[in-house]
């Protein structure tokens, strides 16, 4: 009999840490079959970290829970970061989850999201890798258009820098422009100033673009664009008030008409939606028949039209650019092993790094392709599973989704743990 416990009791080891080995490690697993890329980023979607409100709620849980939430969220970032090595770590908005919280909360989420994200900053001291952390503003950080406070922006920007930001990455030679929109201020803003400040980001974007056109483009946005029901698990949904955006899933068809057409991005990386999703782009240049704008004497009739307006005139003539976006914008959809080449944007909704949908991290790869000929064709996409693999123009793109695994299942593992601390040497001096 104590020889069958003994046997037991072993088996039950040896499974258990083939779990914690397997679970602990999974990212590094990961990562020795993922192929090498000139450029990678590691992106991240909506953290959502939580405070002082869900303790006050739930005084022993709601401690338990942000114990617990901060060391998993941190071995995500910490496995995910060292395993893959990524150039860039990219937080998709949403840091926190209200940005109405006060000034010494607020820096209390600030410690505990270095910590998490593995950052410097002034209690965790110096944190190895040479990679670039962006973050992005959402909806949880600074608010929607109706609900943007100067407070909110000027505490968000003096921690983790402005709003819109570009840079350049040089990739086997040539060039990518890496571009992060405001996407929280490009449709109705009650603070005019950081609409207006949005939106010449944008234009000074467009303009770059119209004299390189030759750079592709990726563009950030925390809001993904728009898109027609059934596409993604979100929907076409946009509340005001006040004539104001009060709730938000989709940036407005305007806005998305705009940003397909005259900023042209090869991809975009966006967050907001926790499911995540991965959607094809199509875009014509014009119209056969030109739309009167009005008195003014102004028409749609192509692209540059579009381009050369105002965010006003896009408020103004809503009805009309939205008709040449129905025109010109094929219905965005979604795509499976197939594959297919009737893409001019690609778009990937980061999936979010929350527990409760599987402490998801994104891993993108930009390298030169090795099989490009100017007469094979420009553009290609195919989806595997919730990976993406896609080339355009010479170059080759690859999104993966590295899932570490779902809270409860971790939880559950993380219990049994410290239950067989105890149980487990109980029943050896049993035994002996």
């Known amino acids: 009999m104590r020889s069958r416990i003994r046997r037991l009791v072993i088996a039950y080891l040896v499974v258990l840490t083939a779990a914690n080995l397997y679970v602990y490690n999974y990212a590094a697993i990961s990562a020795l079959f993922h192929p090498a890329s000139a450029i990678r980023l590691n992106l991240y979607g909506d953290p959502q970290i939580e405070g002082d409100a869900k303790i006050s709620r739930e005084p022993t849980i709601g401690r338990y829970d942000l114990l617990f939430n901060d060391y998993y969220l941190n071995h995500i970032y910490k496995s995910t970061i060292a395993a893959f090595r990524p150039h860039y770590v990219v937080t998709m908005g949403d840091i926190f989850s209200c940005q109405w919280i006060s000034r010494d909360e607020y820096y209390r989420r600030i410690h505990r999201f270095k910590w998490i994200s593995h950052q410097i900053d002034s209690k965790n001291g110096s944190l190895s890798g040479n990679h670039i952390y962006y973050h992005i503003a959402g909806n949880h950080d600074i608010g929607y258009g109706e609900e943007t406070e100067p407070y909110h922006i000027n505490r968000y920007t003096n921690n983790f820098g402005p709003l819109s930001r570009k840079w350049l ?4 030679g040539s060039i990518h422009r890496f571009a992060i929109l405001n996407a929280m201020n490009l449709d109705k803003t009650r603070n005019i100033q950081y609409r207006q400040q949005a939106w010449q980001f944008v234009q000074q974007l467009v303009a770059e673009r119209q004299e390189r056109p030759d750079i592709p483009l990726i563009l950030f946005s925390h809001i993904p664009l728009h898109k027609p029901a059934g596409a993604c698990v979100a929907s076409p ?19 998305s008409a ?22 094809a782009h199509s875009v014509k240049t014009g119209v056969s028949q030109a739309i009167p704008l009005g008195a003014a004497g102004k028409s749609l009739r192509s692209a540059s039209d579009l381009c050369s307006l105002t965010f006003e005139e896009l408020d103004e003539f809503q009805t009309e650019i939205e008709e040449f976006a129905h025109q010109t914008v094929t219905p965005a959809s979604g795509f499976d092993s197939a ?29 030169k392709s090795g099989h490009y000929h100017p007469s094979s064709p420009q553009r290609y996409a195919r989806a595997l599973g919730r990976n993406v693999l896609a080339s355009a123009d010479g170059y080759e793109y690859r999104y993966r989704e590295v899932m570490l695994g779902n809270h409860l299942a971790i939880r559950v593992l993380l219990i049994t743990d410290i239950v067989s601390c105890f149980v487990v040497p109980a029943i050896i001096l049993l035994l002996l």
């Open 169 to 172: 990455a040089r990739i086997d």
């Open 258 to 279: 705009y940003l397909l057409h005259c900023l042209a991005p090869t991809f975009v990386l966006s967050g907001h939606d926790h499911n995540g999703c991965q959607a």
């Open 339 to 367: 594959g297919t080449n009737a893409w001019d944007t690609l778009e990937v909704t980061v999936r979010s790094a929350m527990g409760e949908f599987d402490g998801a991290a994104g891993i993108f790869d930009i390298h």
């Open 237 to 255: 949904s946009i509340r005001y008030q006040n004539d104001f955006v009060e709730y938000q899933d989709y940036l407005s068809p305007t806005t």
